[in-house]
């Protein structure tokens, strides 16, 4: 079973900036697709970002322009730089991997929490 663990969350200020880090126990990690997504208290999980096994990005409208999604095939670890945070940044952060379909290949992680707090 592949394990996904993700770090980095943290309380920050408005206009501050966090790098969030997601590490998949799977040798197979450059063959997939990962993406981030966040759930605020009382809110359904959202997709944030995803980039594809080739590299290809893509991000929800709300992180254009703030967030940068980035892969190391070598440490099979996804990143997310998270720069001009806002309070409605604030969720638990978690990190999947995708083949062909909108089905997550793994269990959730146990997130990574980032408060955007002053």
């Known amino acids: 079973q592949v394990q996904l663990v993700e770090s980095g969350g943290g309380l920050v200020q408005p206009g501050g900036s966090l790098r969030l880090s997601c590490a998949a126990s799977?040798?197979?990690?450059?063959?997939?697709?990962m993406r981030w997504y966040r759930q605020a208290p009382g809110k359904q999980r959202e997709l944030v970002a995803l980039?594809?096994?080739?590299?290809?990005?893509n991000y929800a409208d709300s992180a254009k322009g703030r967030f940068t999604i980035s892969r190391d095939n070598a440490k099979n670890t996804v990143y997310l730089q998270m720069n001009s945070l806002k309070s409605e940044d604030t969720a638990v952060y978690y990190c999947?991997?995708?083949?062909?379909?909108?089905?997550?290949?793994?269990?959730w992680g146990q997130g990574t929490q980032v408060t955007v707090s002053s």
């Open positions: 999947n991997g995708f083949a062909q379909s909108d089905r997550p290949l793994w269990r």
């Open positions: 980039i594809t096994s080739g590299g290809s990005t």
């Open positions: 799977t040798s197979r990690f450059s063959a997939y697709d």
